[in-house]
């Protein structure tokens, strides 16, 4: 399958990844590869198969309503490059 | 050109459930920043989200209570963005199963008229964390105490055609999520928030036209008001030969205005796909027999039986049913006094909207405290009812049982306030009075009808204003032939 460097600059701006001219050819040709060696499952017939999400045929993993220790604000804090006032700074974001 | 106005509505209603969605952090407002956070909510490499089986009965609730479809099976997916206030790069939420869809809410229209608004679905996702930014430095600070509170998107069909129609929707909407208990409502707080797609066609044109969607409506004010200006922007750009460009836009409720949010080149595009760390949920009959069952009786159907059986005004039931405390209380009065007539149930309701909730606004209570219990008043109204006192007198008792939290019959009782009915009693009373007072019984006859009101002022003087009105005045009739 063939992806065009705009393709990936598309995907990686998305990705908010930086990708120089010689990584796209890279990446274009890897990410072909990739996409035509998924494409052999299109051979497969599906007809009649309900679509899956899931290997296994489990549901409702769920949980009943009750509140957990915190972990408290130090620790959730512990890893951030900066913070402030017990919240992470990051660059200036409008809206 | 006359335009005509299409508005479709999105609503994100936070779910009252005591933890997040997908962990077990508590959603209490308010708390210390970060402080209700763990490795799930704030994104942390190799965490497992475990679904909160509260919301999705609150979800599902709010499905039925609209008259949608819920799908028994229904999963999550992945949105993909990039936002500081999204720890995860992607927010969970619901594409394509939802959790209910196909629904449809009646709303009432200024001229007397109702109006069906498509509910398209309703989907579960999470909040995201809170943004504070600096006003002196180019930084914004996060708190992620909201990130992950359960929250679901009503989206509305483009059904509404004027910026009125819009707040009638998003109000009833707002008192139906209170009603069935699965959200606060606190639109201060941000429990309650709305976004509204706005568009105008030419009169008569079948076709859409392009749509902007208004963010950061808050209150029901700002929603109208911002629907307005947009109406008014977008009728300017057609007007003068121009093409409303699809963008996001960002209501500021100081200036009164709304600007462009997010600039062309950033393309949105999220690409959904299903989460594979969640798996799908299943609703069986059993699970949404006991949803269905759960909810209480919705408030148009409470509006309807007033307006029906009970034969009250139909501004009576709209301020009834405001509330389901309210009209939980009214009817547990009804159910105090039997089977009311219509003139009962007047009565009640009069004393509801007018005393009760007189007192819990100046009292500043809740119906759940207040003194003056359904069963007290039921007891109150008893009394008038059966002319033990009058209606007059009914007010006193009241404030003596708000003040005290004493039965009506106790302070009755107690304070000797029970009217005479007894004719003998009020006979010689009404003889004396005849008796001391010759001269104006004598104009009387002779036709100053006016001074039956003096004789009546008199004989209530005279028994404390606890003599019968009824009995009074049919004695002094009879006396003064």
């Not at chain 2, 409470?302 to 009214?330: C, H, I, N, Q």
């Not at chain 2, 009808?449 to 019968?468: C, D, P, S, W």
Request: with cysteine.
């Amino acid at each position: 399958m063939k992806i065009t460097k705009e393709e990936i600059l598309y995907v990686a701006n998305l990705a908010r990844l930086n990708v120089d001219d010689v990584e796209v050819e890279k990446l274009a040709a890897q990410i072909g590869d990739i996409l035509s060696y998924v494409d052999t499952l299109e051979k497969v017939d599906t007809d009649g198969v309900e679509p899956t999400t899931h290997a296994i045929d489990l549901t409702n993993a769920l949980r009943e309503d009750v509140v957990h220790p915190h972990l408290g604000a130090e620790k959730t804090l512990a890893n951030a490059p900066d913070e402030e006032e017990n919240m992470f700074v990051v660059p200036k974001v409008v809206g | 050109m006359e335009y005509e106005v299409v508005i479709g509505l999105e609503i994100h209603a936070q779910l009252k459930t005591n933890t997040k969605i997908f962990c077990g952090c508590s959603t209490a407002f308010g708390a210390e920043p970060n402080s209700q956070t763990c490795p799930v909510c704030t994104g942390m490499p190799g965490v497992l989200p475990v679904l909160n089986k509260t919301a999705v009965a609150y979800a599902a609730r709010a499905g039925v209570a609209t008259n949608c479809t819920i799908n028994r099976v229904n999963r999550f997916a992945r949105k993909n963005y990039f936002y500081p206030d999204l720890p995860l790069g992607y927010q969970i939420t619901q594409f394509a199963l939802p959790i209910a869809e196909h629904g449809h809410l009646d709303i009432e229209l200024p001229d007397g008229g109702t109006k069906r608004i498509g509910i398209t679905r309703i989907h579960m996702e999470n909040d995201a964390g809170k943004l504070n930014h600096d006003p002196m430095r180019p930084i914004s600070l996060v708190n992620l105490n909201r990130a992950g509170v359960p929250l679901i998107e009503i989206v509305s069909e483009p059904d509404m055609r004027s910026a009125a129609e819009a707040g009638v929707l998003v109000r009833k909407m707002h008192q139906l999520v209170r009603h069935i208990g699965v959200c606060d409502g606190n639109m201060e707080e941000g429990s309650l928030r709305c976004d509204a797609n706005v568009s105008l066609r030419p009169k008569g044109q079948e076709e859409f036209g392009t749509r902007t969607e208004m963010k950061n409506l808050n209150s029901f004010r700002n929603i109208e008001r911002a629907i307005r200006y947009e109406i008014s922007r977008q009728t300017d750009i057609l007007d003068n030969g121009g093409e409303v460009i699809q963008e996001t836009r960002l209501w500021n409720a100081d200036k009164e205005i709304s600007t462009s949010m997010r600039s062309k080149e950033d393309a949105h595009d999220y690409r959904y796909f299903p989460d594979p760390d969640l798996l799908p949920v299943v609703i069986d009959d059993a699970w949404y027999d006991e949803i269905v069952k759960s909810l209480p009786e919705l408030p148009d159907a409470m509006k309807a039986r007033y307006v029906e059986t009970l034969g009250l005004p139909v501004g009576d039931a709209e301020v009834l049913t405001s509330t389901l405390e309210l009209a939980t209380y009214f009817d547990a009065c009804l159910a105090a006094l039997g089977t009311p007539t219509p003139k009962q149930a007047k009565l009640a309701a009069n004393w509801v909207m007018g005393s009760v909730l007189a007192l819990l606004h100046t009292e500043g209570m809740s119906l759940a405290t207040v003194p003056v219990s359904a069963d007290m008043l039921a007891g109150l109204l008893t009394l008038v009812e059966k002319d033990v006192i009058s209606g007059t007198m009914a007010k006193t008792v009241f404030e003596e049982m708000a003040a005290t939290g004493k039965e009506a019959k106790i302070i009755v009782e107690e304070k000797g306030l029970a009217q005479v009915s007894d004719t003998s009693e009020i006979e010689g009373i009404v003889d004396t009075i005849l008796a001391n007072n010759p001269s104006e019984v004598e104009a009387f006859r002779g036709g100053k009808k006016k001074l039956m009101g003096f004789f009546v002022g008199q004989v209530m003087k005279a028994t404390k204003g606890k003599g019968n009105p009824k009995v009074v005045n049919q004695l002094l009739g009879e006396k003064l032939k």
